[in-house]
């Protein structure tokens, strides 16, 4: 044994992962760099689409939301279901379609609904339910457990198995770049909640994961397309949670509680946290909130229901709400958005 495996051997796994999370991080933000502006895309080398949509949602904020919808991920139908039944309730159609990379058979028609979205006008934004690399995709994998100190540890099972997953994604991701289509990229979503992989590990395994990630897909794949959203879990808005403002250009939180009004509380822990630094958004819900209650202290960029019951259900959204709900001043429909968004 080396006298640095008998320095490692002596650390717990939470320095260890706290080492690793400190080091990760200054791949993002080297020694010396200016902060950033507020309302600038942290990667300096953003592509020109993913500059000029930033742009655009930076102007809205603070006056309008755009109304948002989580397509199904489980049938070749994907969006259709939840956008036929938005325009035969509205006459509307979503500002922003959000996609998932969650199943392995569905990923390149993910890219092809998400490259139709964009060039027919509206905005793709795209989360990964990442089941635990070492066991499989899915769900429920998604849920399991995954060694993420070991995974942080270069040469490791657990760590080839990460990157494995990580480059493969990556390619996805390289696919929409080169269609020049931006992408709201959303990983490690609800990360401060203790139900996903990602999140059973406390903030520091969580910020080492984001700058890891962060750096890999921009630094060595070259993903210039993608706007780096972070996202809460509602019940647990926790400074300890933020991978940082050099890794961050939007921050949100959720909540699927019933009759939930503005969320204004909720809004303004991410925004104690955030300032003015970065949008904030709702990036997922169940009941679509009341435009008449958004203001100064629920400024949510965009809200994005979750699909299936969470539209339909009765209980969470009723179709005369609805209708009332995307007529107003307040939301941002597809057609409302501006031509240029075309790619």
């Not at 309008?64 to 969006?79: I, R, V």
């Not at 998604?142 to 997953?165: C, H």
């Not at 994961?209 to 921009?218: G, N």
Request: aromatic share 12%; with cysteine.
């Amino acid at each position: 044994m080396t006298a640095s495996d008998g320095i490692i051997d002596m650390l717990t796994r939470r320095d260890t992962i706290t080492a690793i999370a400190g080091a990760a991080a200054t791949l993002a933000l080297p020694a010396g760099a200016a902060p950033l502006a507020a309302h600038t895309l942290s990667n300096p080398r953003a592509s020109r689409e993913a500059q000029r949509l930033y742009a655009y949602l930076c102007s809205q904020y603070g006056s309008k939301t755009l109304t948002g919808q989580q397509e199904q991920n489980f049938t070749t139908a994907g969006a259709r279901v939840e956008l036929d039944y938005l325009q035969r309730v509205t006459g509307e159609q979503p500002a922003l379609v959000g996609f998932d990379y969650i199943e392995p058979r569905d990923q390149d028609a993910v890219n092809d609904r998400a490259t139709s979205w964009w060039r027919s006008g509206g905005v793709v934004s795209i989360c990964w339910h990442w089941g635990a690399p070492d066991i499989g995709t899915g769900y429920d994998n998604s849920k399991k457990d995954f060694d993420v100190a070991a995974a942080l540890k270069p040469g490791t099972a657990a760590n080839l198995a990460m990157m494995r997953d990580l480059d493969h994604v990556a390619g996805l991701l390289t696919v929409l770049r080169d269609r020049r289509v931006p992408v709201l990229w959303r990983p490690f979503h609800e990360f401060s909640g203790d139900w996903f992989w990602w999140g059973k590990h406390g903030p520091d395994a969580l910020k080492a994961l984001w700058a890891m990630m962060y750096d890999r897909y921009t630094r060595v794949h070259g993903l210039d397309n993608l706007i780096w959203v972070c996202g809460w879990a509602g019940q647990n808005v926790d400074p300890a949670w933020y991978p940082g403002r050099a890794m961050v250009d939007i921050a949100g939180a959720d909540i699927y509680a019933k009759d939930h009004g503005n969320l204004a509380p909720m809004f303004a822990q991410v925004k104690a946290i955030v300032g003015d630094s970065v949008p904030i958004c709702l990036h997922e819900n169940g009941p679509v909130p009341d435009p008449a209650l958004l203001g100064p202290e629920a400024d949510w960029l965009w809200f994005m229901t979750w699909h299936t019951r969470w539209l339909t259900g009765r209980d969470q959204n009723t179709p005369e709400l609805l209708k009332r709900y995307f007529a107003s001043d307040r939301y941002i429909t597809k057609d409302e958005l501006p031509a240029w968004i075309k790619a």
